[in-house]
């Protein structure tokens, strides 16, 4: 396997293997949860630029389940034309779009009283205390879920992903630190999880793969561990999830497991899921070089590479790392061929 070679699961068909990381903007201006000018020209570049799969930013299923105003969002029907648009003009470019669809929950930071598994507040300012979600009123944030996977679907996306990382609201069900109930959302903590999973994979072409994004540690003292993530991993798998996206922490400030925070530090997680569920995986974190993306791919440890903060600083990550990677310019467009001629 190469970082640039195919990949293909289910109706997805990637040109290669690299992943633009959803990475939120914050630049939703008029607070309505449409992408504007700004993720038109964001998105659109990275598609330009050679990016096999491009994750649009964290978009969420409830105007309180933004960690601001400025965020995605897709709770109502009159935001698919906005998001449309952005999808069918990446994809004009070579490129396949998904879309990370999530809650923040208790890590909102402007809604006054916001929902949680338990009333247990993220540290910190802006942060409030927030409320414990009534066990009537889960099934009403599942359908919210399916709801905007829904719409995604109908604007035209070619993945979805659920986040389940980084402390926002499921998550924050499946932490012990975080989920302390004693209803059945808490007796099984992966329960949240594999309802939601459900739920969105009866609104999806069936040909359509689902991608779940996993913290798979936690970084507060008294966090769970790998082997915490492989046993929610094996339900969510079971529920219908095709790719995990394997990140970690995000639930609270670290106590005394710190991040290694040096390239590459999060692919030994991705690893371990694969190989224990035998299911594709991507990769993230500070992977930015690419031999060392490369590597990750070739050595087996993971399926697909996201790209994070590199592709922020580089649109053209891809075409660059092509160029270095296999000495010519197999992504550069036409127009831009003269630059990189010698």
Known sequence: MRLFSPY????????????????????????????????????????????????????D??????????????WS????????????????YNSKVGIQIAHAGRKTEFVETPIAPSAIKFPGSPYRMPRALATEEIPVIIQQFADAVRRAVKAGVDVVELH????YLIHQFQSPLTNQRDDAYG??????????????KR??????????????????EGGYNIEHAI???????????DIFHVSTGGEGPPGSNQPGNSPGYQVTYAEQIRKALHVPVIAVGMLDDPVQAHSVIEGGQ????????????DPYWAVHAGIKLEHQSPLVPEPYQAGYSS
Not at 82 to 89: H, L, M, P, S, T
Not at 164 to 167: D, L, R, S, T, V
Not at 203 to 220: K, T
């Open 187 to 200: 007796q099984d903590l992966s329960r949240l999880g594999a309802d939601v999973i459900q739920a969105v």
């Open 61 to 74: 299923i409830d105007p309180d389940g933004r960690i601001t105003e400025m965020d995605l969002g897709l």
């Open 8 to 59: 293909v699961i289910k109706g997805l068909h990637l040109q290669n293997r690299v992943v633009m990381a959803p990475m939120c903007q914050y630049a939703v201006t008029a607070k309505d949860g449409k992408p504007n000018e700004w993720h038109y020209v964001h998105y659109l570049s990275r598609a330009i630029g050679g990016t096999g799969l491009i994750m649009i930013e964290m978009t």
């Open 231 to 241: 046993r929610l991993c094996k339900a969510y798998k079971k529920a219908g999830v």
């Open 77 to 92: 029907d009159n935001q698919i034309p906005a998001f449309a648009r952005i999808i069918k003009g990446v994809q004009a």
């Open 164 to 167: 389940g990382a980084h402390g």
């Open 302 to 313: 993971a399926d697909m590479v996201a790209i994070g903060r590199g592709m922020l600083r």
């Open 203 to 220: 609104e999806m072409p069936a040909n359509m793969p689902l991608v779940f994004r996993i913290s798979a540690v936690e970084y507060v």
